[in-house]
């Protein structure tokens, strides 16, 4: 018996999962999507927890075994199950390495997988325990492929316990893991003896990519993460004929890349560290200058471009100072939003922008709430609607030829930290894409 594998088939094991992780997505989605009553609740709090944990935990990790010896212990098995997480591709690349590792030549083999089971997770586990004991009978191995394992891993060992001459693999990565040996990515743990976790993606990346698949955004593979940011830079310089250099020695970092952050960390002042901090908890981008390193604090492509937008702004030499009073340089924090989202327009086109009864809420607190009553986060909920808001009427009218993309390469140039002319600026386009 041979199930083939389609390697996004949307049924079964996947569907399942969809469905428990959706409940716990669908609300941080929701909260993503109120940019005004809730833009700081976007993140979990579970998210927070484990990129809090990873950054500040010294390595713990033992256990760790070598390739070359987890192949050896792949080839001694009888039985190889992998778990594996299908929303990105880099476990199907470790599954795939570790296949083409395999002796393959003095055994008899069997692939079992579970991707055209449309059971719910409990009896499709029951099925495959079931298929792997026939097939064992009449093979000297079975590899098999499960979801997320970690899930069933009881009725695994039960499973395999009943073949005295089986000995079982497992790849499987629950969240603890990872907490657990948070510095030591990619590597092998030994968990016991029949158990090993290939940890190569962290569950923050995780979680990130799944709500990416599930709610249709087009995210990056952090593994390409530099050639991606590349580009885009490239495609927004090249969409305004912006004669800008490329830094050669920038360094872009996702939340796959704690450990390479923490050394830059590190190097800055204590207080700009608890402020990085908390970027990092809340999953936000940015860009340390002086350090020449870009932090992507999600997986959506349209936060890596938007992020590309802000550092071109600062390598025209008129990027967003560090200190930044709200209240007085509102609007020029408005208008980096703007070309922020513009420029991420430009790569991901079909970008949702605020809709126009935020924009109406945010206009009508800033006219009726005193700026004293306004909240940090408030304020940057506010910058933020008003910002990409105005990108978005940016876009449309270019796209639409009412205004040119020369006029828009002046405004890369125009130093938005002078309160006065933000101001003006703000004004003036903003009368035009609204009139
Ligand atoms: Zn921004």
């Known amino acids: 018996m041979i199930l083939s594998s389609p390697r996004h088939g949307r049924n079964g094991c996947r569907a399942y999962m969809d469905k428990c992780l959706q409940t716990v997505f669908r609300k941080i ?60 591709d880099k476990s199907y ?53 499960v979801g997320e394992l970690y899930l069933a891993t009881n009725e695994f060992k039960k499973c395999v316990s009943k073949n005295k001459n089986t000995s079982m693999v497992i790849y499987h990565n629950p969240p603890e893991l990872y907490f657990k040996y948070p510095r030591a990515l990619p590597a092998i743990h030994q968990i016991d003896r029949h158990s ?12 990130q990519l ?22 885009a830079v490239r495609t927004i310089l090249r969409y305004f004929s912006l004669p800008i250099k490329t830094q050669s020695s920038l360094r872009v970092l996702t939340c796959n890349d704690f450990r390479a952050m923490q050394t830059y960390i590190d190097r800055v002042a204590l207080a700009d560290q608890t402020d990085i901090l908390d970027h990092i908890a809340r999953q936000e981008s940015f860009y340390i200058p002086s350090e020449k390193c870009v932090y992507l604090g999600s997986t959506r492509l349209s936060d890596l471009a938007e992020e590309a937008a802000h550092m071109i702004k600062y390598l025209c030499g008129v990027g967003k100072k560090d200190e930044i009073d709200f209240k007085k340089n509102f609007y020029g924090l408005v208008l980096h939003e703007a070309l922020g989202f513009l420029g991420s327009k430009i790569i991901v086109p079909t970008r949702k922008a605020p809709m126009k009864k935020d924009i109406a809420d945010a206009r009508r ?24 808001g105005l990108g978005e009427a940016l876009y449309r009218d270019i796209r639409h030829k009412r205004i040119s993309k020369k006029e828009i390469k002046k405004l890369f140039y125009i130093d938005f930290n002078d309160e006065i002319l933000a101001k003006r600026t703000y004004d003036q386009w903003n009368q035009r894409v609204y009139s």
């Open 93 to 145: 690349r470790v599954m795939m390495d570790i296949l083409n590792a395999m002796d393959v030549k003095n055994k008899s083999y069997i692939f079992l997988t579970d991707a055209s089971l449309r059971l719910p997770f409990d009896k499709k586990i029951k099925v495959i325990c079931r298929a792997i004991s026939q097939a064992l009978v009449k093979y000297d191995c079975v590899i098999c492929s």
């Open 210 to 231: 799944h709500l990416d698949f599930i709610y249709g955004e087009p995210s990056f593979d952090p593994d390409n993460v530099l050639t991606i940011w590349k580009n």
């Open 29 to 88: 989605y929701r909260d993503n999507q109120k940019l005004i009553l809730n833009y700081s609740s976007g993140t979990s709090p579970s998210v927070i927890r484990a990129a809090n944990h990873l950054m500040s935990h010294p390595s713990t990790s033992r256990g760790v075994i070598s390739n070359k010896k987890f192949i050896t212990k792949c080839n001694s098995s009888s039985l190889v199950v992998f778990g594996h997480f299908r929303t990105f």
């Open 365 to 388: 607190v800033l006219t009726n709430v005193p700026s004293a009553k306004i909240s940090k986060t408030d304020w940057l909920k506010l910058i933020h609607v008003l910002g990409y």
């Open 196 to 207: 090993f976790a290939i940890m190569d993606t962290n569950p923050i990346i995780k979680q």
